[in-house]
């Protein structure tokens, strides 16, 4: 046997606990702590922790704790006696009070029975309280605490002769029982389960959302998805011609990309010669240099800035029965980017690229698609 504690402890409103949850800053109520026992004097429902009534409210009573390594034998000198199990967190542990904080080294952690025995109890708790914390303590109430490693087991009241320990086994065995803890862990990882895969179901939403969003509000299929380009841009301003010249064959798809581009580089500022890439993409070439090349383009077109110059303009003059006018982006701008588009090899993404690049210079959108409609008719 080995005593890791004997000594006078005060104590208020009748209570002390034994704890190896160190560090841990949830306080634990005393009537957590024996919720659903059969025995109202030692509490050990939540884990690491030990609570501990007395029958001085207010006062020093004795308490001394023994580790041992098997179950001793009990004493005929003990008026009351309880048993329960204890899973020491570690092998450091401390008593406590309201006000008193005692260190200890239990020495080793574990699954532990301890056994409470007590004597002095309903003598004790009819003397008046001492508010004097050096006042004497009732001589005939002591404590001891014998802790010995066991498996868990129920707990159980071996002894009772005194009412005060009757009162309190009768409080524990009337409130409920706290949560099994390994059903409460579980119950914790089902729910952290559910709020992952909510989470997962909400992230796929908003890309759904997110998705529908940027095609003109209906999916693509596999085949708008994997073409690229200006594909997803013309679906958000006209997502039904975009499925038009989806389904158009591959010889309507480049007529289409051809006739922007061509309409575009028409208009397009006229110090640069069209021509000659229009020839090549027409003739199913790559499109020559410099006009593979927006900088260099602007290095022709408008020689001054530096770092190029978008070309942005407004269209300011009003034709009746036309729409407003709106911002648009000079002809030359897009006709660079119209003769990347239809030197693409797919024929789909010529199309996309070069209506949506000659569209970005067209004062009149509604119009311009109106026309490319017209175009896929004809086939």
Sequence with gaps: MRVIFDDLVHVDYGFAFLTTQLGDDAPVDIGDARAGQVNGLLGAACPGVLSLVTATHTGQVRIRIEML????????????????????????AAMSTFDGWWDLELGRAGQHRVRLCCTGWDAAAEAAPDEDPDGPAFAGERYVL????????????????SQGPAYWHGVARETPAPPDQHDLATAVRTQEAEDAAEEQRQEARWARERLLESWGGTEPDARLLAVGGFAQQLSRRDR???????GADPTTQTAVALWATRRVCAAAIDLVDWAVPLAAVEAGEPVPAPFDDYEAVSAMVWPQPAGGFMGAVEVLHLTDGRPPPRMCIDPTVSAVS????????????????????????????????TAVREIVARG
Excluded: K
Aim: with cysteine; glycine share 6%; net charge negative.
């Design 338 to 369: 119209a003769l990347a588009g239809a030197a693409q090899p797919d024929p789909l993404r010529a199309a996309l690229d070069c209506v949506e690049a000659a569209g970005w210079s067209e004062p009149d959108e509604a119009a311009y698609f």
């Design 69 to 92: 390594d098997a179950e001793p034998a009990l004493g005929d000198e003990w008026d009351d006696v309880v048993e329960v199990s204890f899973d020491a967190r570690g092998p450091q």
């Design 146 to 161: 014998q802790l010995w490693p066991a498996r868990p087991a129920p707990d159980v009241v071996l002894r009772q002769r």
């Design 240 to 246: 039904e011609l975009v499925d038009l010249l989806a």
